[in-house]
């Protein structure tokens, strides 16, 4: 059954999508507190969001912009903006659609089905989901997840990428120029401490699946992965 998550502050209006969400047989859960939108998400990891643009504290475009980070559901954006602007923002932002409120629930049921089918159905790309693994550690780059036995951690895009690549290079060192060339786009401009800060949170991630010392530092040159995790399940 798909999960179907609804950010719309006017009650009404999110009555309206969850009663007729749940009679098309979904599973549906509705947020209630418009500060902890993102938090919501991971706990719930819902297929499909149906988020409003004008929500309290920050819009819609900024909490896509959050699931963006860490997953590719299909985001549907609902609001009373019929702007082209609006429009345009909602798809630059990670959106897939954008309804415009007054709407047909029939409308909205059928445009759910639709991106539904396209992204986990008959028309969903055929093609084996990559997995890197490395003595028993294993990293899902397109759902953003590190794996060690019974454990898991979601991770932010950048963080999968520094992982990947350290795995990749492993036992090799991962220079810092390959680090950020692979992170950051070369012509921006990268501050030397910005690397620093993601290795850290790499660590603090390695650390949550109960791995320490994952992630050395090789002097005047990059970061090598220290593969503790087998001496400590021994």
Known sequence: MFKIMIVEDDP??????????????????????????FEEFQQVKPELVLLDVNLPSYDGYYWCR??????T????FISAREGEMDQIMALENGGDDYITKPFHSGVVLAKIHSHLRRAYGEYAARRE?????LEG??????RLELQLGQSMVTLTKKESDIIESLMERYPRVASREALLEKLWDPQAFVD???LNVNITRVRKK?????????????????????VTWIEDSQ
């Open 73 to 76: 559901c299909p985001v549907l």
């Open 137 to 142: 550690l294993i990293l899902y780059p397109e």
């Open 129 to 133: 989901e990559p997995v890197i693994e």
């Open 206 to 226: 390695f650390q949550e699946l109960g791995i320490e010392e994952a992630v050395l530092t090789v002097r005047g040159s990059g970061y090598r992965l220290n």
């Open 12 to 37: 009404k209006i999110a009555d309206l999508l969850l009663s007729a969400i749940l009679k098309y047989g979904y599973d549906v859960v509705r947020v209630k507190d418009f500060q902890q939108v």
């Open 66 to 71: 959050q699931i963006r980070r860490i997953s």
């Open 192 to 194: 030397e401490n910005t």
